[in-house]
């Protein structure tokens, strides 16, 4: 095999690396926004105790805390998935590396009885946890409307 083709074959698993990597970013943005979400939640959670300890919360107040425990709790597991979702793509790239330095060995020593086989286990392995990365991303998706449906509830 001549340089020009192993280039090619190595193109794959770099266009991979960068498709994780723009998951990777979409992810870390979406951490961003339920981090500040779980922060500004709990800050309204601490000025309702605040006013608790001072006097007797209204009924709607009661409510709202309620709701703010119940979001928080939800928030949390979301951004469990986010961390499990950013792990896999992670891991993703990792392999997808794998395989570009794999393919590089073969054409450097010529003997592919090994090395061809280790970079279709590789690259299939970089899928299989892209797969799963999608799969937290869906369930976290999933679970952000559930949470806003609980804060239009609330609101009503």
Same mark, same amino acid.
């Given at each position: 095999?001549?340089?020009?083709e ?17 998951? /990777?970013? %979409? ?8 981090v ?20 007797? @919360? ?11 425990? @119940?979001?928080?709790?939800?928030? +949390? ?9 950013v ?7 990792a392999?997808f590396?794998?395989?570009?330095? !794999? *393919?590089? /060995?073969?054409?450097? /020593?010529?003997?592919?009885? +090994?090395?061809?086989?280790?970079? *279709?286990?590789? +690259?299939?392995? %970089? @899928? @299989?946890? !892209?797969? *799963? %990365? *999608?799969? +937290? ?6 679970k %952000?409307?559930?949470?806003v449906? /609980? ?6």
């Amino acid at each position: 095999m001549d340089v020009v083709e192993t280039i090619k074959i190595m193109l794959a698993p770099a266009v991979m690396v960068n498709c994780c990597g723009l998951f /990777i970013l %979409g992810m870390n943005n979406k951490y961003s926004v339920v981090v500040g979400r779980i922060r500004a939640l709990e800050e309204e959670k601490r000025r309702l105790k605040a006013t608790a300890s001072k006097k007797t @919360l209204l009924e709607h107040e009661e409510l709202r805390l309620k709701s703010i425990h @119940l979001q928080t709790d939800k928030l +949390f597991y979301r951004i469990q998935l986010v961390r499990n979702a950013v792990v896999c793509y992670s891991i993703a790239v990792a392999f997808f590396i794998a395989t570009c330095l !794999v *393919i590089g /060995i073969d054409l450097a /020593i010529s003997d592919n009885s +090994f090395t061809k086989p280790l970079s *279709i286990i590789f +690259f299939f392995a %970089g @899928l @299989l946890c !892209v797969f *799963i %990365g *999608i799969y +937290f991303a869906t369930k976290e998706a999933i679970k %952000g409307y559930e949470i806003v449906k /609980i804060e239009v509830n609330d609101c009503v």
